[in-house]
């Protein structure tokens, strides 16, 4: 894949100034400049019930232009949403406010096939993929609803939510909603610049459902570990799984967060590190959050597929809650490197942006 577009400001509509005379004018012909033909940003409006514009988010998104918004009224949209890397610094915003009353939903997983007999994976599972650089999402839901139970003989259970893979993405007050898989941070290039900051939002999942190569802040957000039915002291899955490119600094922060769960109590992993190729080093720290008891507090880090944890950059600072502790299995950021490792630090990048509330 080709990286995104670098974002882009769209100049606002400019009145052309033209002379008509003889022939031109009687025939109320008017010579345009191209200046005067740049398009103002729009809003475009959606809903299920016709009122809008579109009845469909996909819809709109075709028909939007870059620097666009596009609003979706309150209602449930089954369909598969893709945003390309074209439409740079668009909006799409739930016409409400609240992300419960605006959900993209589909039942989607890596296993399932095309009209080809092609399996999706682990990409083509996303329910949506933002690939437009400068993008800002807010005020929606978006839930991949594949049961794995439903469904046992699908063996590749990977099921995204959302797919982020353009640089400056914001996204605030949302709800992305899966079991494996949810949040893909993804990096088309993997030592390319990609940033996305997810800010007063929910997420939820239970294996590996906060992942990539990208860059990505979380922020302030409400992270839910769902009980997938294991005993206290056995296994109900792993909140990350990074696989950053061993030249890039940052990889996945988690901030100022709150970290629930109805499991039992030591069931779940932090994280472990995913190693697809030979350059990746998963980073991630976990900072000034809340961790339940379903963290496995003697050791929230695992090995994954042969790989070593204790070859990944994982990394707390000052947690609290009843999964929260510090020993020799918890590796910790001392005060002085602690001041390297904040949402700004990372979406900081080559060009100083700073999203951050």
């Known amino acids: 894949m080709t990286e995104p577009n670098t974002h882009r400001r769209f100049p606002a509509r400019r009145r052309a100034v033209a002379v008509v005379t003889g022939t031109a004018a009687a025939l109320g012909l008017v010579a345009v400049s191209p200046a005067s033909q740049a398009r103002a940003a729009t809003v475009i409006t959606v809903a299920k019930d016709g009122s809008g514009r579109f009845t469909t988010v996909q819809a709109a998104v075709n028909a939007a232009a870059a620097g666009d918004t596009i609003s979706v009224a ?98 605030t007050n949302d709800r992305f909603i899966s079991r494996q898989d949810t949040v893909l941070n993804w990096s088309p290039s993997s030592t ?15 294996v590996d459902f906060v992942f990539g190569n990208a860059t990505a802040v979380y922020d302030r957000v409400n992270i839910q570990l769902r009980n997938s039915g294991a005993a206290a002291g056995g296994l109900n899955g792993f909140l990350s799984a990074p696989n950053t490119s061993s030249a890039k600094a940052y990889g996945i922060l988690v901030t100022g967060s709150s ?44 090995d994954m597929s042969g ?7 994982f990394f707390e600072y000052r947690n609290t809650g009843a999964g929260s502790t510090v020993n020799s299995n918890r590796p910790q950021l001392a005060d002085s490197q602690a001041a390297n490792y ?14 951050v509330r």
């Open 74 to 171: 309150k209602g449930t949209y089954a369909e598969i949403v893709n945003v390309p890397s074209g439409k740079t610094g668009l909006t799409i915003q739930g016409a409400t406010g609240n992300a419960e009353d605006v959900v993209i939903t589909y039942d989607r997983a890596a296993g399932y096939t095309d009209s080809g007999g092609n399996k999706y994976g682990t990409l083509g599972s996303s329910v949506a993929t933002f690939s437009a650089s400068g993008l800002t999402v807010t005020g929606i839901s978006v839930q991949n609803t594949f049961d794995k139970a439903a469904h046992p003989d699908i063996t590749d259970t990977q099921a995204v939510a959302i797919t982020a893979q353009g640089d400056r993405q914001t996204f």
């Open 307 to 313: 790989y070593s944890w204790k070859n990944a950059r």
């Open 259 to 302: 970290v629930t769960s109805p499991a039992a109590a030591n069931t779940y992993y932090l994280g472990r590190p995913w190693h697809p190729t030979a350059d990746a080093v998963g980073q991630l720290v976990v900072r000034e959050t809340s961790l339940p008891a379903a963290v496995k507090v003697a050791g929230p880090w695992t």
């Open 342 to 355: 904040t949402a700004q630090k990372y979406l900081a990048g080559t060009d100083g942006w700073n999203p």
């Open 192 to 206: 390319g610049q990609y940033r996305q900051y997810f800010y007063s939002s929910f997420i939820t999942g239970d």
